[in-house]
């Protein structure tokens, strides 16, 4: 009981100091951001911060982790709304454009983390981001699979990869550089849109 007390207030300390990490981090980005910023919110010391993550990195990744798992529900959300296999990779992919127009600041935490080259692979936030990582590329493999059976896709493709390259391709324009952006802009379109007009060429090149 008393063990069972103490992680859950654990827990409930990291969670408070991920809330103060996120606001910090959605404001000024993961360079601008200091530790002793989000130290000074929580009216503690930069050590006491220590006793539950390892660094400013560890910390950022705990967020990363928050937001992978608001993508993760959304996408089994769309992928359970569909029979057809084409629609369930459609529905899937275009959760990232949700996910982006809802969750701005989580969707660019989530960009930058999978951007990141971590000091270590083996901390416990980036372990459960690459799980949760893993389980959303899942999805998508499964949607591909049912779209072959169906008929709806093509049985010459390989699933996996396939799925990989929807999910990074997508990802990948929500990094758009500043002068895409500018370009999109003088056109009147927006980083959606690209998205948008990406995902349909990408699907339409799967189909049957």
Known sequence: MVSNRIKRERERKANEITDAAEKC???KGYDKTTMD??????ELTKTAIYRYFENKEDLYFSVAVRSVKILNKMMIEEFSSQNNGREKVLKTCYT???FYKQFPDYCQVLTEAHDRDPDSMD???IQELIKIDQQNLGIICDAIDIGKKDGSIREDINTFLTALYLVKSTLNIFSSSLSTIYYLGLFGMSKED?????LDLMIH????
Request: hydrophobic content about 40%; charged content about 25%; cysteine-free.
């Open 25 to 27: 981090f959605f404001k």
């Open 37 to 42: 910023e989000i130290a000074a919110q929580l």
């Open 96 to 98: 990232f454009k949700k």
């Open 123 to 125: 901390t416990p936030h």
């Open 194 to 198: 690209l998205v948008e007009h990406s």
């Open 205 to 208: 090149s799967i189909s049957k």
